[in-house]
């Protein structure tokens, strides 16, 4: 795992690249690794890079890394787990390469010089890379498929800018910041920013999937070079798709544990995460190490279910229980982290587990998804009760249901039955992409539209946020809609919420990723196998439960999902208070100007005195009024 940055010259008659702007980009990057460092420029192009060593530690995988002869040079961050079966398929040795290392990023250097940009759909791997040809002045930049790897661009009249991190960009004097109205707008909808667009205007990402070649004179093309497409098999039998996932998690685990250097497990006690301690146990000799996070409040926390799969697999355990005093610590300073708005509780969690776990390995395994791919989240089994909900006559679901269920006092416990119950009645009456977007909506366009302040947001030029999923529903075109809310989740969710922390705050420790559960082979398959399965009986993860029953307890195997997440609604009332007043206050919120004082003040005095649990806006806007005044503000 890696940072890489960049900037080429687009205009004739700008300044050239310099070597002090690309190495002042690349040390900002620094925590992503920090084994080595290097700079190449030439009169267009200037390529910086920070290295965390994991195959070859030798100083011959030193990048940035060129061909033979020179005229081909590239920076590569994350890893390629087939790059040996390629190197042996393309004969690349028998062709006259020569190889330095052993390194993946060798390969990929003289692929590319064998079959140009084809070579990336074959790629199996976590990773972004940029790649300058001298001899066609064309700078090629790709990512992965789910976007495990990070990869931000802007671009203006006289550079063309590239980094792993925003940072690495606005180290840049010239770059801009300013805050994107339209990436606020969706935020406060999802507590992430959604799709290309980042917090700030004129910067965006290269998206998951897709390929950017970028010309000598700043001209942009990008192509999709791979999608999530579910063609179902009708005849697959139950037995087959067991016995077919388990070989593939199986395989996929095997793939991600090429290392020189130590590999634990983050294990949440989920079954996602003890599956892969469990495959993992089969394939090591020694001892595997595990990390848990958990809390104090008992709904949110998942320890004595991480305990009992440490004990069953005998592995070296250790724990970290977060408290609201370490999250105060925590805030703004995991923003500079993300360079973003986040809002998703998990962050900070993720933050001490790689805390924990970097004295001791380098990578680890991390059980992300898992959900998408086994159809493991709350709203896939929601959609199935949809389907039969919506049976009930309208006059008795709004004018009786819903009266009963908004009378059950508000609760601040992880997942409670109040909550389930207002989202799931509140989705009913909404088609189902729609539905899929209720039942986790943080804030709805009617109520965003009343936090702004006068003049702050035209209406005509927002969007409504529900257009991402909309999107993903309709490109998506499986004929099962379950298939299709698993393909939002997989190009949403995954990507621009998960992978976010999964990246960051391991990195911010210098500890590498793996997320075996987006294995292209094992997705793909998935994508086959017909919805009735995934889901049989109502039964979230069905095929993996069925898959694991001989390697994991009963106790792991029947558990209800929790995921991790922080009591924050309860810290807002109590250990947080003072902080979510001092930045969601009447004088921190006129001072920036985009948010209606009394608006926001509503949205606290309901949370405090019970009315209506808003721990995940006042969360949301509280992450936000922190990055506005580290990035923004500074």
């Not at 690349?26 to 192009?45: F, I, K, Q, S």
């Not at 994991?54 to 787990?81: K, R």
């Not at 006559?393 to 269920?405: A, E």
């Not at 898959?547 to 922080?566: Q, R, T």
């Amino acid at each position: 795992m890696c940072g890489i940055c960049g900037i080429l010259q687009v205009d004739p008659a700008a300044d050239h690249p310099e070597k002090e702007l690309i190495t002042e980009m690349a040390t900002t990057l620094a925590h992503r690794g920090p084994n080595d460092d290097g700079v190449w420029l030439d009169e267009d192009v200037a390529l910086g890079f920070r290295r965390l060593s994991v195959i070859d530690l030798s100083y011959a995988g030193h990048q940035p890394m060129t061909n033979e002869d020179g005229t081909v040079v590239i920076v590569f961050n994350g890893e390629i787990y087939n790059f040996q079966e390629l190197k042996e398929k393309y004969r690349l040795e028998e062709r006259g390469h020569v190889f330095k290392s052993r390194t993946d990023t060798e390969v990929l250097i003289h692929l590319y010089e064998e079959i140009g940009l084809d070579m990336i759909p074959e790629l199996n791997g976590m990773f972004a890379f940029a790649i300058w040809d001298t001899r066609s002045k064309s700078l090629h930049l790709a990512r992965d498929r789910y976007g495990i790897k990070p990869f931000f661009y802007q671009k203006d009249n006289d550079h063309f800018r590239f980094g792993s991190e925003i940072k690495a960009i606005i180290a840049d004097d010239r770059v801009v910041r300013k805050p994107s109205m339209q990436a606020l707008h969706d935020f406060l909808t999802f507590n992430y920013i959604p799709g290309t667009q980042t917090a700030f205007d004129g910067i965006s990402e290269i998206p998951p999937g897709h390929h950017m070649t970028v010309t000598r004179d700043g001209t942009i093309s990008i192509r999709r070079y791979w999608d999530l497409n579910f063609h179902v098999d009708p005849s697959m039998t139950e037995a087959q798709a067991i016995q077919k996932s388990y070989e593939l998690m199986d395989k996929a685990l095997q793939r991600r544990l090429v290392a020189d250097v130590p590999i634990g497990v983050f294990l949440s006690g989920g079954l996602d995460s003890s599956t892969l301690v469990a495959l993992m146990h089969k394939h090591v000799d020694e001892p595997i190490h595990t990390y848990s996070v958990g809390f104090e409040d008992q709904s949110f926390n998942e320890l004595p279910y991480a305990r009992i799969v440490a004990e069953k697999f005998n592995t070296k355990h250790r724990e970290v229980t977060v408290t609201a005093d370490m999250v105060r610590d925590m805030l703004p300073k995991y923003l500079s982290f993300t360079d973003e708005p986040y809002g998703d509780g998990s962050a900070i969690p993720t933050y001490f587990i790689s805390e924990l776990a970097k004295d001791e390995v380098v990578v680890v395994l991390s059980g992300e998804g898992g959900d998408e791919v086994f159809a493991g989240y709350d709203t896939h089994a929601a959609y199935n009760m949809y389907k039969q909900a919506r049976k009930i006559p309208g006059f008795i679901r709004n004018g009786v249901m819903k009266p009963l269920v908004n009378c059950l006092p508000v609760s601040d416990k992880k997942l409670s039955f109040e909550f389930k119950a207002k989202r799931f009645l509140g989705g009913l009456d909404l088609p189902p992409e729609e539905a899929h977007l209720w039942w986790r909506i943080v804030l709805g366009e009617a109520e965003k539209l009343d936090l702004y302040a006068d003049g702050v947001a035209e209406t005509e030029t927002l969007q409504p946020s529900v257009r991402h999923f909309q999107a993903a529903y309709e490109h998506c075109g499986a004929e099962e809609t379950l298939s299709r809310l698993m393909y939002i989740d997989s190009t949403i969710f995954l990507p621009d919420d998960l992978m976010i922390k999964n990246d960051r705050m391991t990195m911010a420790h210098s500890l590498e990723a793996r997320v075996p559960f987006t294995d292209p082979e094992l997705t793909g398959f998935m994508a086959t196998v017909p919805s009735h399965l995934k889901m049989k009986n109502r039964r979230k993860k069905h095929l993996m439960r069925r898959a694991m029953e001989n390697d994991l307890p009963d106790s792991i195997l029947n558990k209800k999902k929790v995921g991790l997440e922080m009591p924050y609604s309860r810290w807002l009332k109590t250990e947080l208070k003072d902080l979510m007043m001092r930045y969601l206050g009447p004088e921190n919120i006129q001072r920036t100007g985009l948010f209606r004082v009394q608006a926001v003040q509503t949205l606290i005095n309901d949370h405090l005195s019970g009315k209506r649990d808003n721990g995940r806006p006042l969360w949301g806007l509280l992450n936000y009024m922190m990055w506005y005044e580290l990035y923004i503000d500074a």
